[in-house]
């Protein structure tokens, strides 16, 4: 017997969390209640880890020449991954605004401290990438948390990860996981902007129950 | 300006389904409606993912080999974890119920198909494990979902990915992030059981919002 039970309504509403979720990457400047920030930190604490590990570590950047370390990695990846491409992928990836980092008012670095003795190593000794699984989820539960207090999150992986870490001078063995902007968004929609304009759509593979 | 918001009620439904929401050991045994999980999967595919390449894939084990090949790789490596401890740790590790792979009635093993071209390699030319990442949020979103609906889910991570992998008869290239059991609960905690069993205490750390 369930002791804490969920509605039809607050699951139809979650579901619409789930959709009108956003990787957002046009941001309004306007800043963020650090209230707010905090006890969003706060919620992702509650995410399910390896063994009770809780390895996330979130990390605020505000010091502008650290956000500018990073938004200097960002450039040089993308110039990167452009470089990379031709045709008409080459043309359409040129148009992307693929990171909302200098509007963005929040910059937050998360990290996974590998070298946590919480959990006491239970739960991954033939699956240790769980560790940082669990940092991801953390990034998620704030996500999802933010969005529903109308806050957008841009998860932004076009960087150089070594480069990132060592510009924000955390302790030793912290995996940086993600780099997100956090702010206002500019406006909600509830399909992926990468759909929107055209550079990939629905998969449908992705909602199939394989079986075996 | 917001076109889709959330009011105050449903975010404090949905902090209380953080709080709630349990890594699940100890199942009751009646089955699943298949509509439901099916259901779940199509909300789960709406989670983020790099360059929209939506990676995941869920395959439902219902052979009975196969489902017992999975509980075999539980039993070694859950084993090599015992014979891995010594002194209290053991004793309280070899006392924990990890996995309720007997009892749950549905299995669901989830992979990451890396060989996917769907999001075009966006993204992840410098960070390629937010491809892996990305199924770790789905899987999540599954979660949170089910909980949502008084089904539990319980992620094992000791087992040897290889082995389960083989048994499983995936195609090339779809690599094991999660084993999960899934089924009706026995009981609700708002507490991990870890915490509750004395094996590991909240982490400050994990709630902490650090700066830079």
Not at 33 to 43: K, S, Y
Not at 93 to 100: D, E, F
Request: charged share 25%.
């Amino acid at each position: 017997m369930s002791t804490h039970s969920f509605d039809r309504a607050f699951r139809e509403r979650l579901a619409e969390l789930f959709r009108w979720r956003r990787d957002v990457r046009h941001f309004r400047s306007d800043p963020l209640d650090p209230t707010t920030l905090q006890t969003l930190v706060r919620e992702a604490a509650l995410s399910p880890s390896v063994g009770y590990s809780q390895p996330w570590r979130f990390v605020e950047v505000r010091d502008p020449a650290r956000r500018a370390a990073a938004i200097d990695s960002f450039s040089r990846a993308n110039g990167d991954a452009l470089r990379g491409m031709s045709g008409p992928d080459a043309e359409k990836y040129a148009a992307l605004k693929l990171s909302g980092m200098r509007e963005a008012p929040t910059h937050l670095a998360v990290f996974c401290d590998c070298g946590t003795p919480s959990g006491k190593g239970l739960g991954r000794a033939t699956m240790p990438e769980t560790l940082a699984y669990s940092a991801v989820m953390a990034i998620y539960t704030f996500w999802l948390a933010a969005r529903a207090e109308g806050i957008g999150v841009g998860w932004v992986s076009i960087l150089e990860p070594d480069v990132v870490t060592a510009a924000l001078d955390v302790p030793e063995g912290w995996q940086l996981i993600a780099y997100l902007c956090v702010g206002y968004p500019e406006d909600d929609h509830d399909r992926p902007e990468l759909e929107r304009v055209g550079w990939e759509s629905r998969d449908e593979r992705s909602a199939t129950l394989y079986t075996r």
